[in-house]
């Protein structure tokens, strides 16, 4: 496998970014409620990479600071997760996949504090456009008003993550990153589950057709999908890496048209502001590389 990254490293950056599309499109279709939903992704990914690790031999001791550190980042992971599947039930992938572009205004107020550097104008300004386009848009479909707000905390919380796992990026494995992380996630909404009756563990059944989709995503769309991305980072620049990313929506909201046609379609306002959210995440990027060479 990883031979063939090496060889076909551009075609298969785009085509972990396709997979990563398909993310949105199996929260709509997995039958289950949200709490259910993040559980069985996150146990099914840390099950998968608990057996990689132990397959190649790495499952190495973690420092108990590290450990508890990604356990925090790990509980930041499934809110994020668990508002952006809620996203998604509430309205539909397209308005969920956008919401999460709003992370250039939220990087723009968090990141300087983090990083401890200046704030650039630029980030503020992009950030403002993005947020006043999404008023917008909700202005014009306010059917879907809880997705958008359930999708503008996701990628807040999506940020704050972000941020966080940058502290140990240089430590530590991604695998281990995310298999601890997937774990501070399953222990979370276990016991949320245990407290709650009306969910329940003793509840857990799912359907062979739940089964299938959440083996996909826990498995291609979270576990294969990290270790993918880290072996990409050999071969290419974090700004390739970035930009290709930043498809993402795009996939997405093509893939849901196609699959789930007429409950995905929305008014031209919608894709005008779509577009110019999709165009300005472009052009931070492009002004943070620019910037930086």
């Known amino acids: 496998m990883y031979k063939i990254i090496a ?21 709509k279709l997995i039958s289950l409620n949200t709490i259910e939903l ?9 099950i998968t990479l608990f057996t990689f690790l132990v397959f190649k031999k790495e499952l190495t001791k973690i420092k ?56 650039k104008l630029y980030e ?33 919380l999506g940020t704050l993550f972000t941020l966080y796992n940058a502290k140990y990026i240089n430590k530590l494995e991604a ?7 997937m774990l501070a996630g399953v222990i979370i909404f276990s016991i949320l589950m245990l407290l709650n009756e009306e969910i329940g563990i003793d509840n857990l059944k799912i359907n062979i057709n739940d089964f299938v989709y959440l083996f996909l995503l826990g498995t291609i769309c979270t576990a294969a999908v990290f270790v993918w991305m880290v072996e990409l980072m050999k ?10 990313i930043n498809l993402e929506p795009i996939y997405s909201i093509v893939l849901a048209l196609i699959i789930f046609s007429e409950s995905e379609h929305m008014n031209l306002s919608f894709y005008l502001g779509a577009s110019i959210i999709i165009f300005v995440v472009f052009l931070e990027s492009y002004l943070k590389n620019k910037i930086k060479s």
């Open 7 to 27: 060889k076909h490293k551009l075609l298969s950056l785009h085509f972990m970014v396709l997979i990563l599309g398909f993310t949105g499109i199996f929260g």
């Open 38 to 46: 993040v559980w069985y992704r996150m146990l099914i990914a840390f």
């Open 64 to 119: 108990k600071k590290d450990f508890f550190g990604l356990l925090f980042v790990g509980s930041l992971v499934a809110v994020h997760w668990f508002f952006f599947f809620e996203s998604i039930k509430v309205s539909n992938v397209s308005v969920a996949v956008v919401c999460l572009s709003t992370a250039s205004f939220f990087s723009a107020m968090i990141e300087p504090l983090f990083l401890k550097r200046k704030p």
């Open 124 to 156: 503020y300004v992009l950030g403002i456009v993005v947020f006043i386009t999404l008023f917008l848009m909700l202005e014009a479909e306010t059917k879907y008003t809880m997705g958008y707000a359930y999708g503008v905390i996701a990628s807040f």
């Open 175 to 181: 695998s281990k990153i995310t298999m601890v992380e």
């Open 235 to 244: 071969y290419i620049s974090p700004y390739s890496l970035i930009m290709a």
